[in-house]
């Protein structure tokens, strides 16, 4: 299975209208393992970004009338191509976004079973009759064509939430991955470019003028949207101008509450993972931590050794657990919050030294107990910088869970489970776990409360984001 012809290693085009096309101007791909620039992908112009809405728009008029079955079963082709050069598409990913291979092929893997879930998700559609002379048929029908715009922390699996819903529903769709990171949907555009009709799927890249163009283009029905908060807003605000369907998936600053009855050495580890994973740069990821007061120098101690032995390094030499951060704009601010930590007396913890070859290496670092309203608390870091906060009383910790403008998940920690679910449902976020972190399936609805997003991803109620009711009335008379 798969197109053996494709070369990782260059040649990234663009896949507008079933064709792989180049621009006049590219843009530079960093390996932020060395800081170096190792590849170019286009910078689509705007002549070629309304190529892409209009054969996406004309493709559109044939694929919502497509049987769903038929569409689904491409979306398995799809999951099988991809699966077929999962170990291609992860080593050219820890080149372009930096994480290690197994967790860069994990996410591979990620995108194939999204295609799987909703390649088997029925959607469903209703009758009324209530004996008044009519019957009302209730189905969802698709919107048009859908503009997605995808960060640089989770490139392949955040770029197939998008695309599988949005195709599965019947809609046709232009997708930007993030400038830092395009190299793996552009190379995703490639293998699948003979699934599906010419126009159904289409994946540009550009720079940073290029999502604005999206947003603003009156071809589009819907956006959805995953990155920060503050784009979100701008992305709302331009989805304003003609009523655009909308979703967006945003930044969080989740809390973990860790209680008194846990076992330290048991949950050092995937407490440690759920905060540092992908170098910390999860929209999920653990950026609060509050242990109770009874076991906090235990897990402080646990979590600083883990600190000082995981491996941080490239993610292309054995052994590493953690590589670099993504992209200079994200290490500077990274840096920058540690320093004004540093400066105003915090009391950090270090972790293991890191690689100085000019890669965007940040050692883990915890912070002692800082005061509540301190930066390291209320921002959310996106990298490997996590606040442990002391905590004694559960309604008091609750409410400082809750002081945030985001919403998006949080865990707690704790072997009465009862009384974990009761701390769970007090929590203000859309995901919340127990005894476990980072884990997302594609049958489970995902939305942020708060300014952690508009809308949901995932589950029935993700498609259904891509659709509309339509209620047609039937009289029985005629
Ligand atoms: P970002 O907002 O800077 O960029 C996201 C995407 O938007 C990129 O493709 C970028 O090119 C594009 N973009 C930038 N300006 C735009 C504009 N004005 N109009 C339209 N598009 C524009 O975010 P990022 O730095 O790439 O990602 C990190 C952020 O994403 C973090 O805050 C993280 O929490 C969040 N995130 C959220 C989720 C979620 O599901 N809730 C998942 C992953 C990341």
């Known amino acids: 299975m798969g197109n053996s012809s494709v070369d990782f290693l260059c040649d990234y085009r663009m896949l507008i209208d079933g064709q792989l096309v180049d621009s006049a101007e590219r843009i530079e791909v960093i390996n932020p393992a060395h800081g170096e620039c190792f590849a170019a992908a286009p910078d689509c112009s705007e002549a070629q970004l309304n190529h892409a809405v209009e054969s996406a728009q004309r493709a559109f008029r044939k694929w919502r009338g497509v049987p769903l079955k038929e569409r689904q079963g491409m979306l398995l082709q799809a999951a099988a191509i991809l699966e077929a050069h999962a170990d291609e598409l992860a080593r050219l990913f820890t080149r372009e976004q930096g994480r290690p291979f197994d967790g860069a092929r994990a996410e591979v893997m990620i995108a194939v079973n999204w295609l799987r879930a909703y390649a088997a998700m029925d959607i469903p559609g209703h009758v009324i009759d209530k004996g008044d002379g009519q019957r009302v048929e209730v189905r969802h029908v698709p919107l048009g064509v859908v503009c997605a715009i995808s960060p640089w922390n989770f490139p392949v699996n955040l770029a197939f939430w998008k695309i599988a819903p949005a195709l599965a529903a019947g809609n046709t769709i232009v997708l930007k991955p993030s400038p830092f990171t395009p190299l793996c949907m552009l190379k995703a555009g490639e293998l699948l470019r003979d699934v599906f ?45 003609d009523l655009k369907r909308l979703t967006l998936e945003l930044g969080g600053n989740d809390a973990a509450i860790v209680m008194p009855d846990v076992d330290v050495d048991q949950v050092a580890l995937q407490i440690f993972m759920g905060a540092f994973y992908n170098t910390a740069q999860i929209c999920v990821a653990t950026k609060r931590l509050y242990v109770h007061e009874n076991i906090y120098d235990s897990l402080k101690d646990r979590l600083t050794e883990l600190a000082k032995t995981i491996k941080v390094g490239d993610g292309a030499e054995q052994g590493t657990v953690l590589g670099p951060i993504q992209n200079k704009r994200q290490f500077d601010r990274v840096m920058g919050m540690i320093e004004d930590a540093r400066a105003s007396g915090l009391t950090l913890i270090e972790g293991a030294q890191v690689p100085n070859n000019g890669g965007y290496f940040i050692p883990v670092t915890l912070v002692d107990n800082p005061p509540e309203e301190s930066a390291v608390v209320q921002d959310e870091a996106f990298g490997p910088l996590l606040p442990l906060l002391r905590f004694s009383d559960v309604a008091d910790v609750i409410e400082r869970a809750n002081a945030s403008e985001y919403g998006l998940a949080g865990a707690v920690w704790s072997k009465d489970v009862d ?3 009761a701390i769970a449902k007090r929590l203000e976020t859309g995901t919340v776990w127990i005894n476990q972190n980072l884990k997302l399936r594609a049958d489970t609805p995902f939305a942020g409360h708060k300014q952690s997003g508009f809308g949901i991803e995932n589950g029935l109620e993700g498609l259904l984001e891509y659709m509309v009711p339509q209620a047609i009335y039937v009289p029985h008379n005629t």
């Open 419 to 421: 009384k974990a679910v």
């Open 197 to 241: 009709p010419a126009g159904v799927l289409n994946i540009i890249s550009g720079g940073d003028e290029l999502g604005p163009l999206m947003t603003a283009h009156p071809g589009f029905a819907k956006i959805s949207f995953t990155g920060s908060t503050a784009t979100g807003k701008r992305v709302m605000e331009a989805a304003a101008r």
